[in-house]
T-cell receptor, first 112, second 115 residues
Framework: DAGVTQSPTHLIKTRGQHVTLRCSPI?????VSWYQQVLGQGPQFIFQ???????GRGNFPDRFSARQFPNYSSELNVNALLLGDSALYLC???????????FGAGTRLSVL | GNSVTQMEGPVTLSEEAFLTINCTYT??????LFWYVQYPGEGLQLLLK?????DKGSNKGFEATYRKETTSFHLEKGSVQVSDSAVYFC??????????????FGKGTHLIIQP
């Protein structure tokens, strides 16, 4: 069975641009969470979606948004990119948003 | 709020040495505790977990015991191998089943095992 898949694997953008990152959860999982991992730090929670509804939000500005589709895949959108948005963005899926979360390999975003 | 503190790295050990990576936490509720491992260029893999006090999580020779009285979840392994070289993250989650909060991670400990 496929694990959590994320696309693209790498992305380079310039300040002020917009970016969309994509995530497909493990088959049968209905919850997707997004995390930002800045180099040398632990991941920081951005959003959790369950059954296409936002269930939780971390301490991130409104430039960050997400949605979950009927097939449970998800998109993370970031507007007006800043240099500080450069990071590895991780998607995690779980059956119901519970304790066991499985992570994808991430999308590495570089903002120049 | 919730937070996780783990020992700073890098931690450098020789093969077959005993490993301890310290982790302590603060939480607003009753958390579940986790250790994740991240190999170079990869995402995070769940290594082990414990959901209540005195539970011991174990996997691949690694162990950690949920100590509520000391709010700790230290990771141990009796004999490390070169292949254990990675970054290890301690994490907690309060609530389950569609809870509003995601995982709260420590900063990570880079473990280097020398042959």
């Amino acid at each position: 069975d496929a694990g959590v898949t994320q696309s693209p694997t790498h992305l380079i953008k310039t300040r002020g641009q917009h970016v969309t990152l994509r995530c497909s959860p493990i088959s049968g999982h209905k919850s997707v969470s997004w995390y930002q991992q800045v180099l040398g730090q632990g991941p920081q929670f951005i959003f959790q979606y369950y059954e296409k509804e936002e269930r939780g939000r971390g301490n991130f500005p409104d430039r960050f948004s997400a949605r979950q589709f009927p097939n449970y895949s998800s998109e993370l959108n970031v507007n007006a990119l800043l240099l500080g948005d450069s990071a590895l963005y991780l998607c995690a899926s779980s059956l119901d948003g519970g304790n066991i979360q499985y992570f994808g390999a991430g999308t590495r975003l570089s903002v120049l | 709020g919730n937070s996780v503190t783990q020992m700073e790295g890098p931690v450098t050990l020789s093969e077959e040495a005993f490993l301890t990576i310290n982790c302590t936490y603060t939480a607003t509720g009753y958390p579940s505790l986790f250790w994740y491992v991240q190999y170079p260029g990869e995402g995070l893999q769940l290594l082990l977990k414990a959901t209540k006090a005195d539970d011991k999580g174990s996997n691949k020779g690694f162990e950690a015991t949920y100590r509520k009285e000391t709010t700790s979840f230290h990771l141990e392994k009796g004999s490390v191998q070169v292949s254990d070289s990675a970054v290890y993250f301690c994490a907690l989650k309060v609530g389950s089943g569609g809870g509003a909060d995601g995982l709260t991670f420590g900063k990570g400990t880079h473990l280097i095992i020398q042959p």
